[in-house]
């Protein structure tokens, strides 16, 4: 499933840029973060409860960044599994300066398979949007706040 948004955020890119490589900011604002933890250089192992319509479990997860091109983006690949299932992805996020505005571009390949696939189908798309609309969104706000 293809999955792609974009954001404008009221803050220097270098903020932006700053947040989006902050593990602290990464699992506070990801949708069912329980941990995420160093696991290398630009990776982390997290644990992530995800809910499916009536399908919840729990997943073991690697994150990683690479291609990193500082205040203008990187990719980032998941892959997880748990008892309902598999998650694997790789996405592309962008920045692009506007004074001192950003402009956040993301988009990617997600791919969800076992009971929370079966059970979920319909609801899979929606939800795995919803789920990373909410995370640049929650980013966007703390990064507007200054926090």
């Known amino acids: 499933m293809k999955l792609e948004g974009e954001f404008s955020i009221n803050a220097p890119v270098e903020r932006v840029w700053e947040m989006l490589n902050d593990p602290a900011v990464i699992a506070k604002h990801l949708p069912g973060c329980d ?30 960044l690479s291609e990193k091109r500082p205040n203008e983006g990187y990719t980032l ?23 001192g505005t950003t402009r956040l571009a993301y988009s990617g390949d997600l791919q969800i398979g076992g009971l929370i696939a079966r059970v ?3 609801m ?3 939800i795995s949007r919803q789920m990373a609309d909410k995370f640049f969104a929650g980013l966007g706000a703390e990064a507007e706040a200054g926090d």
Request: no cysteine; proline share 5%.
């Open 124 to 126: 899979i798309g929606g």
């Open 120 to 122: 979920g189908q319909r």
């Open 35 to 64: 941990s995420l933890e160093p696991a290398g250089d630009d990776a982390y192992a997290a644990v992530l409860t995800i809910r499916i319509g009536p399908i919840k479990g729990t997943y073991q997860a690697k994150l990683a």
């Open 77 to 99: 690949s998941i892959e997880g599994s748990g008892k309902p299932g598999f998650v694997k992805g790789t996405g592309q996020v962008r920045l692009v300066a506007e004074g």
